[in-house]
């Protein structure tokens, strides 16, 4: 694996993201290599999956704009984000249950991510938001849908509407992020600890419970739901706007 690294230790199976000099911001190939890897995990024993970010600066910075910027169509910028979307609705989905663990700030479509985990943990010092509207673009990979099921309505549509950073601690009270871990703490021990009663269950009750949670959707509405948003975001993207926008952040 190129842009990933996985561990399985202790009936946890570790997704590491790992562009750090980008901050871990998805390509293709990382795209590619989460789906395979959500492949391998979904046939082993592990009970629960993390997700986390290489080095300490950031869970993950979104789509890689270095790379996506030449995407200048409405169509090709579909092509893109239906691809992450439809990794996005496999983690919503999975059968086991999956937290983010955020090492580092989580922005754009790595917020996304982070929301269509079970369980959001953070380092205390961390930033996360749904940066997009900055960009002149929307949440383009199903995050935005997802959030509403998270989130009380009011509070998730500040989080979009308002294109903010915010504090791991405002995402805390929200009861978005469900742990904060000190700065001084090891973050894996944090988590660890975190983990440890669901860790006692069998990998046959937390997928049960899990399989609960999601009977609960309609999942042609939920896909329905997730396709118009990453439809509506792909025909944002085609205008100069976002393109001027993504050009300042590229030439800062
Ligand atoms: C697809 C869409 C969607 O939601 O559907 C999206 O995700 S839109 C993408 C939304 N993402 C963003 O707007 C990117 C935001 N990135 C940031 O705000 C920041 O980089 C942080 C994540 C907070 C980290 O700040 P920090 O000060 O640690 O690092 P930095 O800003 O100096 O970045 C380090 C290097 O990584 C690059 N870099 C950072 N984020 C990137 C990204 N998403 N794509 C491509 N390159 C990126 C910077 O240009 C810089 O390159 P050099 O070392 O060469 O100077």
């Given at each position: ?11 946890i ?12 911001a ?6 590619d290599?989460?789906?395979e890897i ?66 580092g ?6 917020c ?18 749904f ?6 673009i929307?949440?383009?990979w199903?995050?935005?849908t ?5 989130l009380?309505?009011?509070d998730?549509?500040t ?35 975190f ?8 990998a ?5 419970y ?10 042609a ?5 997730v ?9 944002l993207?085609?205008?100069?706007e ?5 050009r ?5």
């Amino acid at each position: 694996m190129n842009t990933l690294e996985w561990k399985q230790e202790d009936g946890i199976s570790w997704i590491a993201l790992s562009r750090p000099e980008l901050r871990n911001a998805v390509n293709y190939e990382m795209m590619d290599e989460l789906d395979e890897i959500l492949h391998k995990i979904e046939a082993t024993d592990d009970k629960i999956v993390v997700m986390t970010g290489s080095g300490n600066r950031a869970f993950c910075s979104g789509g890689d704009l270095s790379l996506f910027h030449s995407l200048y169509t409405e169509a090709e910028a579909y092509g893109m984000l239906s691809k992450m979307g439809q990794i996005l609705k496999r983690i919503f989905l999975f059968p086991k249950p999956t937290v983010a663990l955020l090492n580092g700030a989580a922005v754009g479509g790595g917020c996304e991510l982070i929301t269509a985990c079970d369980f959001r943990i953070a380092r205390r010092n961390t930033k996360f938001g749904f940066v997009q509207g900055s960009l002149e673009i929307t949440t383009g990979w199903g995050g935005g849908t997802m959030l509403f099921e998270r989130l009380k309505p009011h509070d998730a549509m500040t989080y979009l509407m308002t294109s903010q950073l915010f504090a791991a601690e405002k995402g805390f009270e929200d009861g978005f992020i469900h742990q904060l871990i000190n700065d001084d703490e090891n973050l894996e021990d944090g988590l660890r600890q975190f983990l440890n009663p669901y860790l006692k269950q069998s990998a046959n009750v937390l997928s049960a419970y899990k399989k609960i949670w999601l009977n609960k959707f309609d999942l042609a509405t939920f896909e329905e739901n997730v396709e118009k948003e990453i439809r509506n975001c792909s025909k944002l993207w085609e205008k100069e706007e976002h393109h001027a926008a993504v050009r300042r952040f590229l030439n800062k």
